[in-house]
DNA sequence: CGGATTTACCAAAACGTTTCGGTAAGCCGA
DNA sequence: TCGGCTTACCGAAACGTTTTGGTAAATCCG
């Protein structure tokens, strides 16, 4: 009695073949408006939706998208990008009845090893690739497995990967002008990890605006993508002498850590020093002073990049390579102020 | 050429028909140890990966798991739980060729109609619920789509779904009890919504253990599970008098956003309040003073609560109906201190 | 009016896997 | 030696969908 309903008994109420009720049902053409009409009303009378095996064993595709993380559990935890970022691809992909599949892996190896089998398998149609490193070994894999992908990355191109990119360079630049005006001059910057493509995007911005403006660039500071990373620059800055007036940070957790580490060794923010981020995350709103940043928009990132994606699935050979989410703008609040 | 290797081609290479060849892969009876072993030489030699849409298909199942969240984009930023949670679910499916397809919903509508969509095209063997609510909707509506679930919730029983749950009560109680011991006897609670389970157990293990302590329940005051709600209780208690000497909130962001707000106001932490958190997650290392709060393990929660799921999934009948992990344990930072 | 084209539909194949029923061959006990 | 049981294997069906090739009927055009 409950048993699923199948598009065949669609097809036998309706006294059509069951192929023309999957034409009628995909408006497909070779099925007359009146008989399309009878099928899809017997259809929604009978409660009928495709079996999504099934549509997938036929089509050959999977109709899902891959994403996999790289899981060290804390930056996981606080990775401002991603919730946001997959909100957007959702936004972008249901519609065609795509899904999301999310894999975590250990470490980097494995996550190539969860590329391989989900190409194996066919799992998924593509991927979606973030946190493009320098000579990302995920391109020449992706490549082999003949894998579709499409990189979100913030600069020029990635080794022939479709890509989607946000620059971070104008915002960087723009809080990097922000700072000049207000007068500083010995303003260093905080940057990430120099495997990312992000590090160096975001150095080049910061050091090109500076030799722009006559200045020498200050100091640059190691940090990462965490809190971790800001408190350990706040700790090298301490040493410094002469000590910068303000620093541009990669991204606002960085920042909050630089500036809560700063603060706890009693130095007053922006008195003292003046600090920017980069992301916009709702805790740089909350944190004494606020945060001065550069408010980017990953949902429209997520949503951008599972399009792109779906575009390159569907006809690789039409696909545009790149596609450019505005940059994100400056915000400034608090932790800026003039020298 | 490069074609894909079917199991009829290995089928064919080693020489027996097509189920014996998936009887020798699966390792299921039926076919000698040699011939086992053969077949497993030539489809690795062959490079052969089953194909899930086949599986999928034959088996009637989607070796696949989802997981739907409800969007608010802010509080996907930062919820704590959430990447932590997904490691766990990955630790536990992988093993089992399982995926972990998510979704975002909109609105809990939205969320609602997610279900019932991956039910309708069964995209997914059973999916797992997060924030459980007073009378959650989710539940029946599961049970009426005949979709496997379980339920992640710190309490009780809910709705005759499965459920796997770290009780936050006994660390609620030794938070409100290290207080009490270090001589407060005014000790406020700020509460997440009300309509969810985690408000009403943390809301009850505080007030029971001041009861218990022989003390009177301070006052409640209203917050949520965001940063937000710390600082709006923060406008809230500023106005009290007499003034509570320490606050149990409900988690570390509620905390952190109570904290933050009260110091602007010129209090101090914790000499003139004490506070504690709950979650334990990064950043509250990093706040001045750093927070005491409670250390949960998601991914231990994640990790069963799919290991459970697949149960379900299995075998409905034999599998149990309760998990429990552990409990967090109290962590002490500097955020409380003696009255 | 007759041949060509189009339309509306159908039946069968295909996708890759698991599973079911059957069939020889081998083994056992009587 | 023979019936009954087990073992090892095979062929075919099944899962639910899309796609392909074909066939009448209807329409068009000269």
């Known amino acids: 009695m409950s048993g699923r309903v199948s598009i065949t008994d669609v097809a036998r109420a309706a006294k059509v073949a069951q192929s023309s009720a999957s034409a009628a049902l995909n408006d497909?053409?070779?099925?007359?408006?009146?008989?399309?009409?009878r099928v899809k009303d017997v259809a929604k009378q009978l409660g009928y939706a495709p079996l999504m095996r099934g549509k997938m064993l036929?089509?050959?595709?999977?109709?899902?998208?891959?994403?996999?993380l790289e899981r060290p559990t804390d930056v996981l935890e606080s990775d401002p990008f991603f919730g946001a970022f997959i909100a957007g691809v959702e936004q972008a992909i249901a519609p065609h009845d795509y899904a999301l599949v999310l894999q975590v892996a250990e470490s980097r190896e494995r996550e190539l090893d969860s590329y391989r089998e989900m190409a194996a398998s066919e799992r998924v149609d593509g991927v979606l690739l973030n946190?493009?490193?320098?000579?990302?070994?995920?391109?020449?894999?992706?490549?082999?497995?003949?894998?579709?992908a499409v990189a979100v990355s913030p600069w020029k191109e990635c080794a022939n990967l479709p890509m989607v990119c946000q620059a971070s360079a104008p915002g960087i630049a723009a809080a990097t002008r922000h700072l000049i005006k207000?007068?500083?001059?010995?303003?260093?910057?905080?940057?990430?990890?120099?495997?990312?493509?992000?590090?160096?995007?975001?150095?080049?911005?910061?050091?090109?605006?500076?030799?722009e403006a006559g200045l020498q660039p200050g100091p640059v500071l190691q940090g990462d993508f965490g809190l971790a990373g800001g408190t350990a620059a706040a700790e090298e800055l301490l040493g410094l002498n002469p000590s910068p007036t303000a620093v541009v940070c990669v991204n606002d957790l960085c920042a909050i850590g630089l500036q809560l580490r700063l603060q706890q060794a009693g130095l007053s923010i922006?008195?003292?020093?003046s600090i920017t981020g980069f992301d916009g995350i709702t805790i740089g709103e909350y944190v004494?002073?606020?945060?001065?940043?550069?408010q980017s928009t990953p949902t429209q990132v997520g949503k951008q990049a599972a399009a792109l994606l779906l575009a390159h699935i569907d006809d690789p050979k039409s696909a545009p390579m790149k596609v450019e989410v505005p940059a994100g703008e400056l915000v400034i609040r608090g932790s800026t102020g003039r020298r």
Chains 1, 2 share one sequence.
């Open 288 to 294: 004494t002073p606020a945060l001065t940043t550069v």
């Open 131 to 148: 946190e493009i490193r320098v000579d990302d070994p995920r391109a020449a894999l992706l490549a082999e497995l003949r894998l579709p």
């Open 58 to 68: 036929s089509s050959k595709r999977s109709f899902q998208i891959g994403l996999v």
């Open 270 to 273: 922006p008195k003292d020093i």
């Open 28 to 37: 497909q053409p070779g099925v007359s408006e009146a008989t399309r009409q």
């Open 182 to 211: 207000l007068g500083h001059t010995r303003i260093a910057h905080v940057c990430g990890p120099k495997e990312y493509v992000h590090t160096h995007e975001r150095l080049q911005a910061w050091e090109a605006t500076l030799v």
